[in-house]
């Protein structure tokens, strides 16, 4: 009686958890605002100066919406797109196809209030970091 009482304990706290884990899939959902950006490449002061400007500005209306039928929306400094995204099986790659480019970035962090993507254009780095809109 024990042993069948300890299984049903177990087995309910296992799919407790399971039950409240969301999928990659699920947890990108919603819009995202961006929050910072950062780069491998290397920058004068007075670049950094103009890159730091750059940021603050992209801030305050870029934005990526990700919708459940597999549809995204962008705005990027005024222009906006649409398109399809895709995360891989691994949940290591975020794919946005808009037009006939596809763009693909590796995800360093998906949560449910933070998304920090990579890209590498001409060996540097950028990643974006955003925040879940409320």
């Not at 039928?69 to 995204?85: A, H, L, Q, V």
């Not at 693909?104 to 962090?109: A, D, K, L, M, P």
Request: glycine share 4%; proline share 1%; aromatic share 12%.
């Amino acid at each position: 009686m024990k042993k069948t009482f300890t299984l049903t304990i177990y087995t309910f706290i296992v799919f407790v958890f399971f039950a409240c884990s969301s999928a990659p899939s699920e947890l990108i959902l919603g819009k995202w605002n961006v929050a910072d950006i950062k780069t491998t490449q290397k920058l004068t002061d007075a670049q950094k100066e103009v890159f730091k400007k750059s940021i603050e500005e992209t801030k305050k209306d870029a934005f990526l919406e990700f919708k459940a039928d597999k549809n995204f929306e962008t705005n990027e400094g005024g222009k906006k797109f649409t398109g399809k995204w895709n995360i891989s099986e691994d949940s290591k790659t975020l794919t946005l196809t808009y037009g006939k480019t596809n763009e693909v970035s590796r995800i360093n962090e998906l949560s449910g209030d933070k998304l920090s993507i990579s890209i590498t254009l001409n060996e540097i780095e950028h990643t974006i970091i955003y925040l879940k809109s409320n």
